[in-house]
């Protein structure tokens, strides 16, 4: 069964810095999918990455999908505050499996 | 669109009560999802629809959980008798599967608190 494994878990980042969040499956996915949780409200999609060497990008985040190494990132450019949420990645095994998402918090 | 509505978006009810949630897909999606989401135990797929069929409940937790969806624009999850633990917030999510995917659109949430 599909596997899914998110780190960090916890991020505390100042604003004007770049970091990365790494989404690690354990079986073959054939998309990956991204996902932001703002704190009380529901989930909101932020890109679905469809082949091997998929990058889409939207503002400060990018993300990324390498299918050999089982492998997404999502990288954070220039925080800013705006971006604090909760982060979610979900491979696809039938269903969409869901990592433990990533709690990002930028600080000024 | 409206978008996935679900009602009632707060529901306070004491322990061995009956609650049901209700969730109105996206209009032409032929998938809908049922989730929890606790700190503890993260978010939880519960059951999920394809074509108003029952696929997968795998992740309902107890006899006490039910979900129906008796077409494709209804679909209700009830608990009965609720207890303390059943305290989360419930996401309803539809998607339309294609070869592009099924990017899950989810509704707002039930926030439950059983006393």
């Known amino acids: 069964e599909l596997k899914v494994e998110q780190n960090p878990l916890f991020l505390s980042m100042q604003e004007g810095k770049n970091y990365t969040i790494y989404c690690n499956y354990s079986t073959t996915s054939d998309r990956l999918y991204w996902y932001r949780q703002d704190p009380g409200k529901s989930l909101e999609s932020l890109f679905v990455?469809?082949?091997?060497?998929a990058v889409k990008q939207e503002g400060r985040l990018m993300a990324s999908l390498d299918t050999k190494a089982r492998l997404s990132t999502l990288h954070i450019t220039a925080a800013v505050h705006d971006l604090s949420a909760t982060y979610f990645c979900a491979g696809e095994g039938g269903k969409l499996i869901f990592g433990q998402g990533t709690e990002l918090s930028v600080k000024p | 669109d409206a978008g996935v509505i679900q009602s009632p978006r707060h529901e306070v009810t004491e322990m061995g009560q009956e609650v049901t949630l209700r969730c109105k897909p996206i209009?032409?999606?032929?998938?809908l999802f049922w989730y929890r989401q606790t700190m503890m135990r993260g978010l939880e797929l519960l059951i999920y629809f394809n074509n108003n069929v029952p696929i997968d409940d795998s992740g309902m937790p107890e006899d006490r959980f039910s979900a129906k969806m008796p077409n494709a624009s209804f679909s209700t999850l009830k608990i009965q008798p609720s207890e303390p633990r059943d305290s989360a917030v419930y996401f309803c999510?539809?998607?339309?599967?294609?070869?592009?995917?099924?990017?899950?659109?989810f509704g707002p949430g039930t926030r439950l608190t059983v006393l």
């Open positions: 990455l469809l082949s091997n060497g």
């Open positions: 999510a539809s998607s339309f599967r294609s070869n592009r995917g099924y990017t899950q659109y």
């Open positions: 209009s032409g999606h032929n998938s």
